[in-house]
Structures are given as C-alpha cells and as structure tokens.
C-alpha cells in the first residue's frame, strides 16, 4: 500500500520541477531590464514562483527533513512575498533569485526526484477499459 503522504510530497516535488522548467524556459534570454516591461512573461514567471513555493509550502516535515539540501522554506517565502506583497513586488529581487537561487535550487529538487519512486499510473480515462 502506498503511503499517502509519500505519494503527496512525490507530488508536490514533481510540481516544482515543472515550475523550475517553465521558470527557466521563460527566462531563457530575458534580460534584467525586460522582466518589468515584458508583462505577460513575467505574470507567468511570478504565477510558476507561486506554484513552486506552494509545492514546497506542503511538502511534510519529515520529507523535509529527509532531504536538508533544498531551501523549502526559502522557496514558500518566495510565493509568500509574491503573494502578499503583491502590489510592491521588487524586481530586482525576482532577477536575482531567477538568477542566483532557482538554478542552484533545481539542481537540488533534481537530486531529490531522482530518489523517488515513478510515478503511479493513472486509470484509462473510460473506467470500462480499466476494468
């Protein structure tokens, strides 16, 4: 039997590494002043930072704590400011963290994928074929 709450962080770092693709695929070229004028880039890279700072908000303690490398925390704050400071968000800060931290990051979420199980396959959608 599967453990839910195992089957619930695979998750969650399979929804982070989809963010950190999209986040480097979106700023692939982009340059610092481009990411306050290019509006619907940088609504999508602001909307995956969410996504991966949620994902990483609800990865369990003991997840967690099983795999030290990767800054959880730091990575929920990330969405945290977004998310409240909505109004004032600072660009340069974004820049840097698009920079600095999200590459550093995924290498690490990497690293922690590669330990988990494949993923679990889903029923055919016509449950008559499934069963």
């Not at 195992?6 to 986040?23: G, P, T």
């Not at 922690?112 to 016509?126: K, S």
Request: hydrophobic share 40%.
């Amino acid at each position: 039997m599967t453990n839910p709450s195992l089957y619930r962080d695979d998750s969650r770092v399979r929804h982070m590494l989809d963010a950190m693709e999209r986040i480097a695929e979106l700023s692939r070229g982009l340059e610092r002043e481009q990411l306050r004028r290019h509006e619907n880039t940088t609504e999508m890279i602001l909307f995956n930072l969410m996504v991966l700072g949620e994902a990483a908000n609800n990865i369990t303690r003991e997840f967690a704590a099983q795999n030290p490398d990767v800054d959880w925390k730091g990575l929920a704050g990330v969405r945290h400011k977004i998310v409240h400071d909505y109004a004032d968000i600072d660009y340069d800060t974004i820049w840097d963290i698009l920079q600095n931290d999200i590459p550093v990051e995924c290498e690490k979420v990497k690293a922690v994928a590669a330990t988990l199980p494949p993923e679990p396959t889903l029923p055919p959608p016509n449950m008559a074929d499934f069963l």
